[in-house]
Structure formats: C-alpha cells, structure tokens
C-alpha cells in the first residue's frame, strides 16, 4: 500500500531563517507531488505542484520554491521566511495528471514563524 | 476555469440529526468531484468521489452524496451525526488541465452538539 510522510510535524522558526520541509511517498511510481497551506482559519491554498523529476511549477508568486530531487520525494523550502509564512503545510500525491484522480494528503507540518 | 462554492462556512447539528453541507461547482466539463474531512491537525481524508459512474456516491463513515447536473451541486449528507463527525469537510474538482490538481471550496466547519 502507499503511504505519504512528512516531517518534520511541527516547526518554530525565527523571522528571516531558512526553511526545508520534506515529503516523501512511498509504494507507487513517478506520483504528481502537490504542497499546500492552510493559513489559520483559511482554506487550502496550492503553493506547487509537479509531475515528474526536476518538474516544478508554481501557482503563486511567493518567496517559497520547491524541488524535486527524486521520484517520490517533494522539498518546500525557503532562504528567508516571513511572518506571513506561518500556517499548516501539506503535502499531497495523485497516480495521474486527469482530474478524475483523488489526492492523497500526508499528516501536515506546523509552522510557526515568529 | 472550474470552481467550488461550498455554502456556510459552519454548520451545526445535534447528535443523531441529519448532516447537510452543501457544494456548488462550476465546470464547462463533466465534473469529477470529492468531498474530504479534516480533522484538528491532520492532512487531508478521502471521504468519496463521483467519475460519472453513478450519481448517489456512497462513502466511508455513512457519508453519501448526490451529483445532481441541473443544479450543479454535490452536497454531502449523512442520516444520523456523531459526535465523531466534528470537523472540517472540503469539497473539491477535479481540474481539466490534465495536471491533476484539485480545486477545493473554503470548507465547512461541521459542530456536533451532544
């Protein structure tokens, strides 16, 4: 069966340090790779989004990126994080680019910028 | 472009009575459509689809919910609340540009009151 990880599960990071969150997939092949953020008391906000190795798009302008250095594993990271990048973080994986595909959502990361 | 409405953004019952939330979607596509839970800091959980098979979709935890086309809605009941049924429950489309994204409604917080 598949299961998605993320860690770390809760994180509390000063103004203006770097950030690296990963998200790992393990028992299926080449999955789309998703991360969202949930801001308190908002909804599901798509940050990045890819299909395939070395793959990266990006649905908003932000000083977040993401990597993808291998098939079943998703770095969110940044070089300086602001306030405004506190929320809940998840990483999600689909078995294909149609829509008729559910995503799968790993436990999340806290992050709390202060 | 596809979109989600999910109406109130809480909803309140009382435990053993009928669990209504409601969701509105726009596409100029046949829809693939989804309805998750979230529980207090936890990733996301698959509660049912519909692809087109049938329009009364049937899920986990006595979850239901029907496609109706004329008027573009998919709301999620359930007969009898539990306290259990406490969280945030998302509907969702599945987008046409055959990246897989999803795109989700705002939520809707269920309260179950004993």
């Known amino acids: 069966s598949q299961t998605i990880h993320q860690w770390p599960a809760t994180l509390v990071q000063p103004v203006g340090s770097p950030l690296s969150l990963e998200c790992t997939v393990e028992?299926?092949?080449?999955?789309?790779l998703y991360w969202y953020r949930q801001a308190a008391g908002r909804g599901l906000q798509l940050l990045f989004y890819?299909?395939?190795?070395?793959?990266i798009s990006s649905e908003v302008p932000q000083n977040l990126s993401a990597s993808r250095p291998q098939d079943r594993q998703f770095i969110l990271s940044s070089k300086k994080l602001l306030l405004s990048d506190s929320g809940f973080y998840l990483c999600?994986?689909?078995?294909?680019?149609?829509?008729?595909?559910?995503?799968?959502f790993g436990p999340g990361t806290r992050l709390t910028v202060t | 472009a596809q979109s989600v409405t999910q109406l109130g953004s809480h909803v309140s019952v009382s435990e053993g009575a009928l669990v209504l939330l409601r969701c509105n979607y726009s596409?100029?596509?046949?829809?693939?459509l989804f309805w998750y839970v979230q529980y207090p800091n936890q990733g996301l959980q698959l509660l049912l689809k519909?692809?087109?098979?049938?329009?009364l979709v049937k899920g986990i935890n006595g979850f239901e919910a029907e496609f109706k086309k004329s008027e573009t809605s998919f709301h999620l009941t359930k007969p009898s609340a539990h306290m259990s049924d406490a969280a945030e429950y998302f509907c969702?489309?599945?987008?046409?540009?055959?990246?897989?994204?999803?795109?989700f409604g705002q939520g809707t917080t269920l309260q179950v009151k004993p």
């Open positions: 890819s299909v395939g190795i070395g793959q």
């Open positions: 596409s100029s596509v046949p829809p693939y």
């Open positions: 028992g299926t092949s080449n999955p789309n």
């Open positions: 969702a489309v599945g987008d046409s540009s055959n990246t897989g994204k999803l795109i």
């Open positions: 999600a994986w689909s078995v294909g680019v149609s829509g008729r595909y559910e995503q799968y």
């Open positions: 519909y692809t087109s098979a049938a329009t």
